[in-house]
């Protein structure tokens, strides 16, 4: 069986209390004054790399990253298809790639989804809880709470660990993709 999988373990729950450390003692007394957007959008590119990471060993592959992502999502996080398809779009490929997530437009309803990222459930409103696509004019707005989803991804880790470990088929695809990632080489570019 894929044994790396403790250690993915331990690094989310030290990323849980780590974010959790840094939001109380310091983004919190000095909000008024200070948001750290850089630290909150690396905290999104760790949860995110996390999901890639875990769905890769859930699937056996790093092949068709953003439908493996989304699919992971929505067995362990809870089914809300659109909501994990615009995370991963927006915290995952637009943060990665352009260093600041974007807005998305959607052609299927002609609405722009905004984000808006809070460190904290305490700061979202009862009109825009965490994980939510509510209306915003004509548009739309994808709300997150940093450390609820921190939270989330800690008990879709455990649910997949507890998964991996009755399955046979799991711990299969999870030795296949720990099999491909112990043989990367370096190429020349």
Request: hydrophobic share 40%; net charge negative.
């Amino acid at each position: 069986m894929w044994n790396e999988y403790p250690n993915l373990v331990l690094q989310v729950a030290d990323l849980h209390r780590e974010a959790t450390e840094i939001y109380f003692q310091v983004v919190w007394p000095q909000q008024a004054t200070a948001g750290y957007a850089q630290t909150l959008y690396g905290y999104m590119h760790r949860v995110f790399g996390f999901i890639d990471t875990f769905s890769a060993y859930w699937k056996g592959t790093d092949e068709k990253q953003s439908p493996r992502m989304v699919d992971f999502m929505d067995k362990y996080l809870g089914a809300n298809r659109r909501a994990h398809s615009i995370a991963v779009q927006i915290w995952r490929h637009k943060l990665v790639h352009t260093a600041l997530p974007r807005n998305l437009f959607d052609s299927a309803n002609g609405k722009t989804v905004h984000y808006l990222i809070q460190w904290h459930g305490n700061q979202m409103t009862p009109q825009q809880p965490h994980y939510t696509i509510v209306p915003f004019g004509g548009d739309e707005v994808f709300n997150v709470a940093c450390l609820a989803l921190i939270e989330d991804l800690q008990r879709a880790t455990m649910a997949y660990v507890a998964d991996l470990e009755a399955s046979t088929t799991l711990q299969t695809n999870a030795a296949s993709f720990a099999k491909e990632l112990a043989i990367y080489t370096l190429r020349t570019i």
